[in-house]
């Protein structure tokens, strides 16, 4: 069975860094793009960054351009977001998806994985 496990979530002062990791399984993900989404209480899940299965092609939502860097290994199957100068409004739990497409550039995936808290203090 297909699974998306993320680690790296946490608590972190303004101005902080994180790093997250997704570890995918179950399945050959060759031709799939995958992504980050967040999701803050009371708002829609959002895509935040995507990357395409050759990591020539990548979409970052404006809110994170500069601050957010995405990649991936496919050969350990894993996916990292490398965010840096993390603001409050960051704050989400964050989602990582697959989806067999160049790259996701909307909410939309095949698969998800059960998310993980960012916390991000003033």
């Known amino acids: 069975q297909v699974q998306l496990v993320e680690s790296g979530g946490g608590l972190v002062q303004a101005g902080g860094s994180l790093r997250l990791s997704c570890a995918a399984s179950?399945?050959?993900?060759?031709?799939?793009?995958m992504g980050w989404f967040r999701q803050a209480p009371g708002k829609e899940r959002e895509l935040v960054v995507s990357?395409?299965?050759?990591?020539?092609?990548?979409y970052y939502a404006d809110s994170v351009k500069g601050r957010f860097t995405v990649s991936r290994n496919n050969a350990n199957n894993t996916v990292s977001l490398q965010m840096n100068s993390l603001k409050p409004e960051d704050t989400a739990v964050y989602y990582c998806?697959?989806?067999?497409?160049?790259?996701?550039?909307?909410?939309?995936?095949?698969?998800w994985g059960q998310g993980t808290q960012v916390t991000v203090s003033s």
């Open positions: 998806a697959a989806r067999r497409v160049v790259v996701m550039t909307s909410a939309a995936a095949d698969y």
């Open positions: 179950g399945r050959t993900f060759s031709g799939y793009a």
């Open positions: 990357i395409s299965w050759s990591g020539d092609y990548t």
